[in-house]
């Protein structure tokens, strides 16, 4: 039975008595949920079995509030992988990160080969980071058998916009998590790969910095340092990528100018990456992270950061007139969750080496966080 044979099948049994977490399809078995006070444990049961007599397991959990009815295929019907389309979009996403590069070195790729070539260095290091962050995924849903796509990479070349050269990747989990501990090490191997390449993407960058002198006259060949009718694009800092600059003495570096150095915006634009995967919320990573740490009281965790966010986006629009993290506030309430889907076994808890590892990739969105990543100074 195909996913979306299983999805429909399920709607016309449920009959509208439970309603699916649009989400929870992407993740391999579709999650239906409903309030306690709207259904009753006989109505549920009813369900399960016209569920299994149609062909389709679930599994039922619950929470102080709502029930939720995992759906799961009874026989699972194989997908062949779509290496071809993989394959096409790793190498069209190359080429647009190699076009931003070069254009973000000064140079029109158009005009040349050997303009062209200037992006190579920026796209070899951003490609690195979100290829070892998507892998990381990949290759531990092997580890715990749950059915998962290659990475999808998504090209964007947009002329004249400031932009990275790629909308980043993901992979498409075809079967269900089957249980807390899975979840947390799939959900925590993608970040931690993407910011150990990040990381070194900086080092790399600063430790090849020209000194202050150097990096005038480098931008120079850019653009003139002076140029009262441009648009001063800034990026904002971070407690890591901060810390590795003064580490190499690379402050002189304006954050303004900073994207024209390729190793160096990689490892920058891969530590915002980072960071806003490891946001606590809903299906986000580091949703996974915290719901396979907490259980259903993750979604206190999901509710308490969107509030800060919200927070946060109300301050920065105050006092900057910046409305940088309004998409994702909109993409969090309306698509990402707070709730996170259950794993087929809940009852497996995590051990203290997962749950330090846990805190610590904490600690990595804290120094990884950008509040203001982008910003136009006047």
């Not at 959990?61 to 096409?88: A, D, M």
Request: net charge positive; aromatic share 16%; glycine share 8%.
């Amino acid at each position: 039975m195909k996913l979306k044979e299983l999805i429909y099948k399920s709607k016309q049994i449920i009959d509208g008595r439970m309603k699916m977490d649009r989400l929870s399809r992407f993740y391999g078995a579709p999650v239906f949920k409903q309030k306690r006070n709207k259904i009753n444990a006989e109505e549920l049961i009813r369900i399960q079995d016209e569920l299994l007599a149609a062909g389709i397991y679930s599994d039922l959990s619950r929470s102080k509030r709502k029930y939720y009815l995992k759906v799961l295929r009874g026989k699972e019907g194989r997908e062949r992988p779509r290496y071809f389309l993989h394959f096409i979009l790793f190498l069209l996403t190359i080429g647009t990160t190699t076009l931003t590069g070069a254009f973000l070195r000064g140079k029109d790729p158009f005009l040349s080969f050997e303009n062209f070539s200037y992006g190579f260095k920026y796209s070899f290091a951003l490609m690195a980071i979100l290829f070892a962050h998507e892998m990381g995924h990949y290759l531990y849903s092997r580890k715990y058998r749950v059915k998962a796509s290659l990475p999808y990479f998504i090209p964007l070349f947009l002329p004249g916009f400031f932009h990275p050269g790629t909308m980043g990747a993901f992979i498409r989990m075809r079967s269900p998590i089957p249980s807390k501990k899975a979840l947390f090490d799939i959900g925590i191997a993608g970040p931690l790969a993407g910011f150990i390449l990040s990381i070194v993407s900086l080092v790399v960058g600063f430790s090849i910095l020209p000194d202050k002198a150097g990096v005038i006259a480098y931008i120079e060949q850019i653009h003139p340092i002076d140029n009262p009718g441009g648009i001063n694009l800034v990026l904002g800092h971070s407690l890591l990528y901060d810390a590795i600059a003064r580490l190499f003495n690379g402050t002189h570096l304006p954050m303004n100018e900073m994207y024209h150095f390729p190793f160096i915006f990689a490892g920058w634009f891969g530590l915002l990456v980072t960071a806003i995967n490891l946001m606590p919320i809903g299906q986000l990573d580091g949703g996974h992270i915290t719901y396979a740490m907490f259980g259903d009281r993750a979604v206190r965790v999901a509710t308490l950061s969107f509030g800060i966010l919200v927070i946060l986006n109300v301050y920065l629009i105050y006092n900057y007139n910046s409305y940088i993290w309004i998409l994702w506030l909109f993409l969090i309430f309306f698509f990402v969750r707070f709730r996170h889907p259950p794993t087929l076994d809940d009852s497996i808890d995590l051990k203290l080496p997962r749950k330090i590892l846990g805190w610590l990739s904490y600690i990595i969105f804290i120094l990884c966080f950008s509040p203001m990543p982008i910003y136009i100074s006047m």
